[in-house]
């Protein structure tokens, strides 16, 4: 059982999340007006201006999921803006997260689409990625599956990314504490465009970026229900096959554009263990 997994949280159990509608599953929190949910629910839109950016969070908690999103990102001159979509704890000195950031840039130039995941408040496990589609045109869907044993991300079902429960090797792993889902569009021209040397053009404001077809199967954090079981869901136990490993070899190979195990100059006292492990 996953519950089992927790132990010394006591009085936690789980019920699973399905898909419903933005009023239902989350809760803006902050943008001043800036973040909308249009069509009944299906469809949620954040904007950015000179003043103030917007965001949102999910209204429930979540230990180990399957979780999809579709977002269409700002389009045209989007440099400056950031707009993040990740899962996080609510202690932030101990914090877990998994991180996507699409890193804006001038038309005609491709967004960066950043990942990092954090384990009891420890980052600095940056993967940034090409994407081989434009994703202003239309939405797309990003997805993190995150069970006991690893944290795969995945675009259009395509895995970019995995990383691996190795716990056993001295190598820490979110799985004690429940995350909510949070995205946030907003201005950090100091650092996202090229090392900040191209800063956000305000007359091409408000940008926007559009989100729908929220999906969870996942565990839900609550103090009632029933518990998520690993024996009834299968996403509890599913990891990559050769298939899976196959392309996630073809992302990285022709669309990753940086890597943290590969990076000296932030780790000159050498690699952090998991970059090592097979």
Not at 14 to 29: H, K, L, R
Not at 102 to 114: E, K, V
Not at 128 to 145: A, E, G, I, N, R
Request: charge should be negative.
């Amino acid at each position: 059982m996953a519950s089992k997994i927790l132990i010394g949280l006591l009085f936690t159990t789980f019920v699973i999340a399905a898909s419903g509608n933005f009023n239902q599953d989350f809760e803006i929190t902050w943008g001043d007006g800036r973040a909308k949910i249009p069509n009944d629910g299906q469809l949620l839109t954040l904007s950015l201006d000179k003043a103030s950016g917007s965001g949102f969070r999910s209204r429930n908690e979540y230990l180990f999921g399957k979780i999809d999103m579709q977002l269409k990102l700002v389009p045209g001159n989007s440099a400056g803006t950031v707009t993040a979509y990740y899962l996080s704890s609510a202690d932030w000195d101990t914090h877990d997260e998994i991180d996507f950031e699409f890193l804006g840039n001038l038309s005609g130039d491709p967004y960066i689409l950043h990942t990092n995941v954090f384990t009891q408040g420890k980052g600095n496990r940056e993967q940034q990625f090409y994407l081989w589609f434009d994703p202003t045109k239309d939405f797309h869907t990003y997805s993190v599956l995150w069970n006991p044993q690893s944290i795969i991300f995945s675009v259009d079902g395509t895995p970019i990314r995995q990383f691996n429960n190795l716990e056993s090797k001295g190598v820490a792993f979110p799985k004690k504490q429940a995350m909510r889902i949070f995205s946030s569009l907003w201005n950090a021209d100091d650092w996202a465009t090229r090392g900040g040397l191209v800063k956000t053009d305000w007359s091409q404001a408000p940008f926007t970026a559009s989100y729908k077809s929220f999906n969870a199967q996942a565990c839900v954090w609550t103090s009632s229900g029933s518990s998520c079981s690993s024996n009834q869901d299968s996403w509890m136990k599913e990891s990559l096959d050769s298939t899976g490993q196959a392309r996630i070899q073809w992302v990285q190979k022709n669309y990753m554009i940086y890597n943290y195990c590969t990076d000296t100059k932030s780790f000159p006292q050498g690699f952090p263990p998991e970059c090592s492990i097979a």
